[in-house]
């Protein structure tokens, strides 16, 4: 079992910057991909970024360049920095984690409103 917590959004102006961090706890050692979604009400829920164990990452084209996802393998920790912020990133950002047992773990999610 994996439990996620996320921390650091709130609400950006356009332009500006914030940084996300989901704290894993529990099987921390089975943890293969991290990654973070978002989803906008009515909307389906979008990959936005996704990092391995070993650090190869991917992004969604809409942040590509503006995002960057890090991880902290030993304290079980997933970071997106966002940068140069537009109100269409608005949404819930929730983090997720696959483990080597094919399991995927959520969590709550932590709003990001980007207005001025």
């Known amino acids: 079992q994996v439990y996620l917590v996320e921390s650091g959004g709130g609400l950006v102006q356009p332009g500006g910057s914030l940084r996300l961090s989901c704290a894993a706890s529990g099987s921390i050692a089975s943890i293969s991909d991290m990654a973070w979604y978002r989803q906008v009400p009515g909307k389906q829920r979008e990959l936005g970024a996704r990092i391995s164990r070993g650090g190869i990452t991917n992004y969604a084209d809409s942040v590509k360049g503006r995002f960057t996802i890090s991880r902290d393998n030993v304290k079980g920790t997933v970071y997106l920095q966002m940068n140069s912020l537009k109100p269409e990133d608005t949404a819930v950002y929730y983090c997720?984690?696959?483990?080597?047992?094919?399991?995927?773990?959520w969590g709550k999610g932590t709003l990001v409103t980007v207005s001025s």
């Open positions: 997720n984690v696959l483990t080597y047992g094919g399991m995927s773990y």
